[in-house]
């Protein structure tokens, strides 16, 4: 299959074609039905070995990744890695150098530096390496598990399986991703994965949360928010990156809240089908109020819930390098 | 007594060129003509298909020493740099701790005078380069410093840097400034625009380095002082000083031999040996330098060589330092940026005879300590001269460096054009392309 995930580093899903997203979609949901097994757990990647490598804090993507993992049946070496080491004089090189010493299979890494995940790729190039996000550049299987979750929604709605189903309901499907863009790893993976699904994606954000090249994004920005909410089939709303700095590009969070929070009125416009996402953790009273996030159409325990096949569809593909034999 | 003749090259002077045999006697030129018969014990120089001038005079060298000499010391830096073909090099006083007083300047010079170039440095504008306070211009100009520089920064604040240039003035002494206004380029690694925006890195953008060559230009109008720009590399900022110069404001300026050569694309891979400052911008910038270089508009090439240890080239895009190293490669890629007809007059003046002026290392300059450079390869000058070969094809590689650092981006590239001989205070310092 062209440009599939198989046998390849997952760093990016900006090369990924339609059909290699499909791919990584049908493998997932193979997964689903393993952990509602009582016994969640499949041989395929046995005697494998799996290093978690998080140089920046985080507690769903790596526990997700750990736990997909577990379920294929690899060994997981998790190295706590502080932020502070790299900063203390140990290179890329050689905190990667180390951890494959120990002999590895794949590594799966989140660090605070754009790139970080690509730089490791090359100085280990016999190990494979999944981005479990870094910096404001990716986060392929956020992307990736929320283009899932989307699927598997509305193909429940529809009385059928997301495999059935195919990219289809992807076509045309209207996607408004509100908040800060510019700082969002999510965002540029989401993005990708939406668009090369066939999706048409909008975004609505202050100007300054906005890549200054917004106009070379496949993207349209929207003028009335509140116009766009009522057009959405799916509303994905992006963590305020206070840690990143965007506090300073925004008066202040009140005003954000005000001009592009999803509050309770806002949460009026939309059509009681539209979706509404979060890749969490959410900054509740900020970016969505409270109790939108607890509406029935807010589908964000899914989207946790979703990660774990997704990353065990991308450790499979692409330690093993196959998709059969999945059951 | 020691002797060179530099066989049936085509001698380069600063508006005509012709075939001609050079002797070299006593660290001076001694005679120019065709047919000239070597004295006994006399080494020639075969320059036949060569292209034989002044020596290089690099007005940008990041020599580490002191403090980073793990990248780079005094030595090995001028050794590369006469690989590269260079007979003199400006030290910029970026070291640890900074050149800004004349205990520290004397050090660089007296090890520079112990290397087989002339080695000139240039003082820090203000102490510590930290942009705060003037440092003691006028004593280290009585040592020979006639070019200051707080580059790897520029002096931000408006007001001094006004000061500088007015208490400059009178000593007859030039400024140079890395122009990035560093609030406008805060915490960016890359050139800002879509390249940078697609891999999430915060973005230095042009308008960082145009709007200091602005605020700079008039500073220039309003003091009077001497300003040189370093490594300019967008369209804009060569635009502005051209408008400059009709003003008649004595300012020259610099391009750097990767902003000729390398787009921001080079950074997709996220490798930090792409990383400089200020960064490498989109291609119609390249182009635009590719074109002042043809058209004889770019005073000097200039390489911001900049030696770093390997490991720290190794940490992610963001965190790495920017440089990269210039010396070894800077002629071919000079060369390479001329064109399909590349004038060779034009080569030794943006190489040579201009960055020479602006470091007043020329004949007639008032030099403290060092020989003449740039000049017309003409009887009676000191003999820093270059042999250069603009027909040899050859292939970059980094194990073949001279720096103690390796942070080349070339490594594999084919150049064409090569340095087959250095003659630097007198001495053949390289010959068929390697140290002697």
């Known amino acids: 299959m062209n440009g599939s995930i198989r046998g390849q580093n997952l760093l990016t899903l900006n090369d990924l074609s339609r059909e290699a997203l499909v791919e990584v979609l049908d493998t997932a949901e193979s997964f689903v039905e393993v952990n509602r097994r009582t016994i969640k757990k499949v041989p395929a990647l046995k005697g494998r070995v799996v ?16 736990t997909a993992a577990k379920r294929l049946s690899a060994d997981v070496l998790s190295l706590a890695v502080a932020s502070s080491s790299v900063k203390k004089g140990e290179s890329l090189r050689d905190t990667i150098a180390t951890i494959d010493a120990l002999g590895i299979d794949a590594v799966v890494m989140r660090h605070q530096s754009s790139g970080a995940a690509m730089q490791v790729s090359r100085y280990v190039p016999q190990v494979r390496v999944i981005n479990a996000g870094d910096g404001l550049h990716q986060h392929p299987t956020q992307g990736l598990l929320d283009a899932f979750t989307v699927r598997q929604v509305l193909s429940e709605r529809a009385g059928t399986s997301g495999v059935e189903t195919g990219a289809e309901l992807f076509d045309g499907l209207k996607v408004l991703i509100v908040g800060d863009i510019r700082h969002s790893r999510v965002a540029r993976s989401d993005i990708a994965a939406y668009s090369a699904l066939g999706c048409q994606v909008r ?15 496949p993207v349209q920005v929207v003028n009335d ?23 300073s590009f925004v008066p202040s969070l009140g005003e954000f809240t005000q001009t592009f929070g999803l509050t309770l009125a806002r949460a009026k416009r939309l059509r009681p089908t539209t979706l509404i996402m979060h890749p969490g953790p959410m900054n509740r009273g900020v970016e969505i109020d409270s109790r939108v996030a607890d509406l029935p159409s807010a589908v964000v325990e899914r989207q946790v819930a979703n990660g774990v096949p997704i990353r065990m569809a991308v450790l499979y593909l692409t330690v093993a390098g196959t998709n059969e034999g999945v059951s | 007594m020691s002797s060179f003749l530099l066989r049936a090259g085509l001698v380069v002077g600063p508006q005509t060129s012709r075939v001609a045999d050079v002797l070299v006697i006593d660290g001076k030129v001694a005679d120019v003509g065709t047919d000239l018969s070597a004295p006994p014990g006399c080494h020639v120089v075969d320059a036949r298909e060569c292209w034989v001038g002044p020596g290089f005079v690099d007005l940008h060298t990041h020599l580490r020493e002191p403090g980073r000499e793990e990248a780079e010391t005094i030595e090995s830096g001028a050794l590369a740099g006469a690989v590269g073909g260079y007979t003199a090099l400006m030290a910029m006083p970026n070291t640890e701790p900074t050149l800004d007083n004349v205990a520290l300047v004397s050090y660089v010079l007296d090890r520079g005078a112990r290397t087989p170039l002339d080695i000139a440095v240039a003082g820090a504008i203000t102490v510590g380069r930290r942009g705060e ?35 400059a003035r009178p000593l007859g002494v030039r400024l ?39 605020r700079d230009i008039e500073l220039v109008a309003l003091t009077g002082g001497a300003l040189h ?31 000729l050569t390398l787009d921001e694309t080079s950074c997709e891979q996220f490798d930090p040996i792409f990383k400089v400052h200020p960064p490498l911008r989109p291609r119609a910038d390249v182009d635009a330098l590719r074109e002042a270089l043809r058209a004889g508009t770019i005073d000097a090439v200039a390489t911001d060589h900049a030696p770093h240890a390997p490991e720290l080239k190794d940490l992610p895009f963001d965190e790495a330092p920017a440089g990269m190293l210039g010396l070894e490669y800077a002629a071919a890629l000079t060369f390479e940026a001329l064109g399909d007809a590349p004038n060779p007059q034009l080569f030794f003046s943006v190489l040579s005879r201009e960055p020479a002026r602006i470091a007043q290392l020329r004949h007639d300059d008032v030099r403290v300590r060092h020989g003449a450079h740039g000049g017309c390869v ?31 981006p070339y490594d594999g590239r084919t150049m064409t054009g090569r340095v087959r001989a250095t003659l630097a205070k007198g001495a053949l310092v390289v010959n068929d392309g390697s140290l002697v």
């Open chain 2, 133 to 167: 306070n003037l440092a003691p211009l006028a004593e280290m100009a009585e040592l020979g410093v006639r070019l200051f520089s707080d580059d790897g920064m520029g002096v931000q604040d408006p007001s001094l840097m006004r000061r500088a240039l007015t208490y």
């Open chain 1, 51 to 66: 290093a978690s490598l998080f140089f920046e804090e985080s507690t769903r993507t790596r526990l997700s990744f750990e």
């Open chain 1, 203 to 217: 975004v609505a954000a202050p100007g300054t949360l906005l890549p200054s090249d917004i106009e070379n994004w």
């Open chain 2, 378 to 408: 003409s009887e009676g000058e000191d003999a820093n001269l270059v042999v250069f070969d603009p027909l040899m094809s050859w292939t970059a590689r980094n194990e073949d460096l001279h720096s103690h650092a390796v942070n080349s």
């Open chain 2, 229 to 259: 720009f370093m490594h300019l590399s967008t369209a804009r900022s060569l635009e502005l000083v051209a408008q400059a110069r009709l003003r008649g404001l004595p300012v020259t300026f610099e391009v750097a031999p990767h902003h």
């Open chain 2, 176 to 214: 140079a400034q890395h122009c990035e206004d560093e609030l406008l380029a805060a915490g960016g690694s890359m050139n800002e625009g879509a390249v940078s925006s697609r891999l999430g890195l915060v973005g230095r953008p042009a308008l960082a380095e145009e709007l200091m060559v602005q």
């Open chain 1, 225 to 247: 928010y509140d116009e766009a909410l009522e057009w959405a089939d799916v509303v994905a709303l992006l963590r305020l990156q206070r840690e990143r700095g965007s506090g």
